[in-house]
Structures are given as C-alpha cells and as structure tokens.
C-alpha cells in the first residue's frame, strides 16, 4: 500500500526539481565545444538510441534532424543493437542517450568500435560523485568508453535518482538534441534558423504552462476521473508531431502510475483507433497552437466530430511555442498535471508498484568490453597506406592489391576562407574513396606539396619546383616497385600540377618500369565541376575554378568547422575559358581575395555530392587505363 509520509515525500522532491527545470536546461550550451576538432568524415546517417525515458529524446533528435536539417537519422530500439552492429554501421554514428548510463542502456554501447563515431549524452562524468550516482561499475564503463573514442555530451542536470519520474532530464535531453543538431548543422555551413530560439520566450513559456493546465482542467475540477487507470486514454495531434513527442506518452504512465497512453496522429484515427475505442469510454488530450490558424481548426473540428460526448472526454491543450520547441511546454504541462494529480490520489513515486521486482531486468548490462588491441578498426582502413601495418600490407599485395593510388595535393592559399591545406585533403578523400570503390588498388598518402607558384604571392602558400616534385614521385615509384605493385594509378587534385606531369611523363614511366604507370591528366575536372554544381540549381561560374562554391562544400564537408564562414564572400566572378591566363604568372594581381568563384552559398550536403562525382570521374579513368583487372567489389 502507498505510505502518505513517501508520497508526500515524492510530491516535494518533484515540485522541487520541476521549479529548477527552466533554469537549468537554459544553462545549456547553445553548441556542443567537445564536438569541435573531432569530427572527421560527417556521418552518412545518424542511429539514435536511448532506454525509458531516453528513448524519447532519441526519437526526438532522429525526427527533428530529419524534418528541420536535412540530416539522415533513425532511430534503432536498444534492444535491437544488443548482439551486433547494423549493417553499414561503419559511415553512421551512434547516439546514445542516457541520463544515469544504466545497465540496460549499455547494451547499445557493446559494441561502439562498428561505427564511425560514438556520442553519448548523459550526465554523468569521471567527476560525479558517488552519492550522485556514479558507482564503480559505471566510472569503469566511462573510462572505456573514453578510451574507445566515445565523445560525452553532458545533460547537466544530475541523475535525479530518488524518485520513479524524471523531470529535468526528461527536458534537457531535447536541448542536448537541439544543440548537437545545430552543432552539425553549424560546422556543415547548414541552415540553423529552424532550430533557434529565443532562450527567454522558451523558458517563459515552461513557466507559464502551468496557466494552461488549469485553463483545460480548471482548479476546481478533479484530474482523477479523467485520468482513471481503467479509462483509455489517448494523445492526439496533427503534422505528424507526435513524432516528436514520444516520451509524453511515458511521463503520464509512470507519473500517474497508469497504463501507458496511446499517441495518435489526427489522420491516423479513424484507421483503427476510433472504431476500437467508439463504443468505449475514452479520455483525449489533443495537442493543438495556440494562435489557431484555419488548418488546424478545421482538423480538430473534424476530430471532434468522431467522438461521442458520452463516452468521450476530450480536452485541448494549447502550446505558444512552434515545433520541435513545444514539447518543452508540454513537457511542463504534464508536469503540473502529474503534479496536481499525485496529490489526489496520494501516488507514490519513491515506493512506486512494482519497485521490489524491476531489479531482474533493471540491472541486466553487458559485461565492460575489452579496451586492448586495435581501437575502432575500420573495415576499409588497411587499403590506406599508413592506417596498415606491414604484414597487413604485404597480405594485401598477396591477395591481389597490386595497384598503388598516388594523389597530388597541395598546401596553398584558398582565400580568406578555406585553409591552406584544402587541396591535401581533397587529395586525400579521393584516395580514400577511390580505393574504397577497387578491389585491386591500395592508397598511399596524398603528396601534401607540389607545384604551386602561381600562388607563392600568398603567405602560406608551399611551392616545390617541377624537378623537386618529379625526384619524390621518382623515388615513390621505386619504393612501391620494390614492395611488389604492378600498376600504378597518378592523379592530381591540385590543377597547377597537370602541365608539370604532362612534361615529366615519359621520364616516370622509365623510372616505374616494369611497373605500369598511368598519369591521369586528361579528365575534364574543371567541365564536371560546373556540372555538378548546375545539376544543384546554381550557375556554373559560382563553382569557380579556385575557391568557389565547389572546393568550398567539398571542404564543409570534409572538415566540418574548418572554413571561416565570416569571410563567406564572391570573389572574383570569371568566364570559361578565361581563368588560366590569371593564374600565371602569379594569381595575386587579378584577385585580391584569392578567390575565383562565389563560395557564398556552400553546403556540406551538397560536398558529398560533389566528391562522388569527382570519384565517378576517376573511377572512369581508372577502368579505362588498366580494363584487364578484375574488380568484382564495387562498393
């Protein structure tokens, strides 16, 4: 039976920790600091995972990354990542949510080494005390998982133990997922204004909701007949936001210990939920705005009208703030509710139903995974020169891997926005991609500097002589001849290159042989460039031949966070045709910025586009020159 002294203890602990929400959740960083530096390649998808609670907040980030930011995301119970990894899991990241990392929500981080990148958003840290939650068990799984690369993302709000029902963390969880959303969005020069707001209007509005609460169930009424356990009870809304809202659902079942409530949308209705529930008593909270547009209105008088006044209770709940940032108000308006509710019935939430018996499944975790050995392995990552160790290496050659990739780059100015290592890394991404795509080829390093005079009026810029260049290529080739390599594959991403290579040609395959050496100066780079970006709907000149809007997503992309987007300016706009006689003899006198193109409306999503492009291209000429070699693993 309820003890009255615990449930008015419960009641307290919530009431206290319910005032405190608005404050907290406001602390929270707008950005996510420990994301900057240490994202790499940006994930082909987002899997969002979280337990009880948490499950909520990964439903939520999964369906607002998607709806808002054009980002790739799903959500994958916990329970379905217990054994193994998704296929593809290594280009995804997951992210966990869990406020106190409890052991059944470890099961999703078993196996954190399948994927490119890891986040968990909790509030614990190495620096939580152990009478705030963080026993040995827990302070072991943190420093694993800091050891195998998990970056933490702290909720800041404690673990809130004590009570059944969680209520700060059930908040902060959708602004942790807001934040890291907008830290993505952010460092891939994304659009963020869908996910601002004005950090006063959304705390005034969770201190408000408690108005609203009382507008739809006035203080002289009782909750408790509405709220009956033996009462079906529903949540309906429009636009598909329920999506958003799932663990509203959670907070009505353990705060008012009753059956968990279904979660409709308003076309879903009469598509099973009305015909099963017509002929029975029902209470519905319908989620509408507040500024009430014709649409909406039109939609909940549709509603109204299924329902039978008899048997049907249906209240409005009205939310001022637009989506995804309502759920915070609802999420206080279900907290006064639970509130006023538990002091009608003398709900327990410290000696709540069913507490002597969760503990079996409760406590149930994975073992803590071993931490030696390689850590994260990527399953492509021995194709990669030096990701290898040389017996791995020399599997490779044995296997057949008898083509050696060598890319160009180049350390040079790129304009005030991009840095001077963006050649280099394109390099390097179209090695990695390309051996990515072959079965028959490994990828060396990408040669950082080569020729790059037109741009030594630039500081920054690295130049090595057309002899220098050809002695290091010379002296690559016969260390790859030694090794057993029969084919090499040379391209340059840096265009400075192409008329170096096209002169010192004969001499490199002289000094490969018996090597086969193919020289890739003959694609049209600058033609599929322009290409690509008029198939996204801009004009071709924006490309620019030299930090335009092309290099410029490709560079978002690569390196999220890497570009100044306050020096985002046109720079000068040039024709066809006419660029080469402005590089030479020096770039400088014809483009103060040093930039030809517009780099003003880059996007990282539209950077991946490109480099497959570029690695389309390649590929082309890759089977062109060497059409005897079997590739039966395309990826």
Known sequence: MPSPETAARGRALLAERIASVPGTVAALPDRFAALEGVMGDPPRCLVTTGIGTSEGHARHLAEVAGRYCGQPARFASTGSLM?????????????????????????????????????????????????????????????????????????????????????????????????????????????????????????????????????AFPESERLAPFFDAGRSLLLVAEGGVLEMADQLTLKLAEGMLRPQPRAVDVLQFAHGPLQSLALRPMSILYLAPREANADSEAWLERFTSTLDPDLHDLRVLRASLPWPFAVLEYEALFDDLV?????????DLIDWPGVDREIALYSAGPALPETSGSSRPDAQGTRHWEEAVWPELATLIEGGR??????????????????????????????????????????????????????????????????????????????????????????????????????????????????????????????????????????????????????????AMLRPGAIRADALVPGR?????????????????????????????????????????????LEGAYRTAFPDVSEKNRQ
């Open 339 to 347: 509130l006023r509710l538990l002091a009608e019935t003398e709900g």
């Open 402 to 555: 008898r083509t050696a990739l060598i890319g160009l780059g180049s350390i040079e100015q790129h304009g005030p926005h991009l840095p001077l290592g963006t050649d280099r890394w394109i390099a390097d991404a179209l090695l990695r991609g390309l051996a990515n795509r072959l079965e028959s080829a490994v990828a060396l390093p990408a040669v950082a500097m080569s020729c790059a005079g037109e741009h030594l009026d630039f500081p920054g810029t690295l130049h090595l002589a057309a002899s220098t260049l050809e002695a290091i290529l010379g002296d690559l080739l016969r260390s790859v001849a030694q090794h057993g390599f029969e084919r090499v594959f040379l391209f340059t991403a840096h265009g400075g290159n192409v008329d170096a290579l096209d002169e010192m040609g004969e001499r490199l395959c002289e000094i490969a042989s018996p090597l086969t050496l193919r020289i890739e100066t003959d694609l049209r780079v600058g033609a599929m460039q322009s290409s690509a970006v008029e198939a996204e709907s801009l004009s071709a000149l924006c490309a620019g031949p030299h930090a335009g809007e092309y290099e410029t997503s490709l560079v």
């Open 83 to 215: 054994s193994h990894s998704p296929p593809g899991s290594g280009a995804d990241w997951l992210v966990v949510f869990s406020q106190g990392l409890s052991a059944n929500a470890r099961h999703a981080l078993a196996h954190v080494d399948d994927w490119s990148g890891v986040i968990l958003v909790t509030a614990l840290s190495r620096a939580t005390s152990a009478a705030e939650g963080l026993d040995d068990e827990k302070r072991a799984w943190l420093e694993n998982l800091e050891a195998r690369g998990v970056i933490r993302l702290d909720l800041g709000c404690g673990t809130e133990y004590g009570a059944l029902l969680r209520v700060i963390g059930a908040r902060a969880g959708y602004v942790a997922a807001w934040s890291l959303l907008r830290t993505l969005a952010a460092f891939r020069l994304e659009d963020t204004s869908p996910l601002e707001i004005d950090a006063a209007r959304l705390e005034r509005a969770q201190r408000d909701a408690p108005v609203e609460s009382h507008r």
């Open 573 to 617: 706009i040039v024709e066809p045709g006419q660029a080469q006689a402005l590089f030479y003899p020096s770039l400088r006198p014809n483009t103060v910025s040093g930039v030809l193109g517009d780099p003003s409306s880059a996007s990282a999503s539209r950077g991946g586009r490109y480099l497959r492009a570029w690695l389309d291209l």
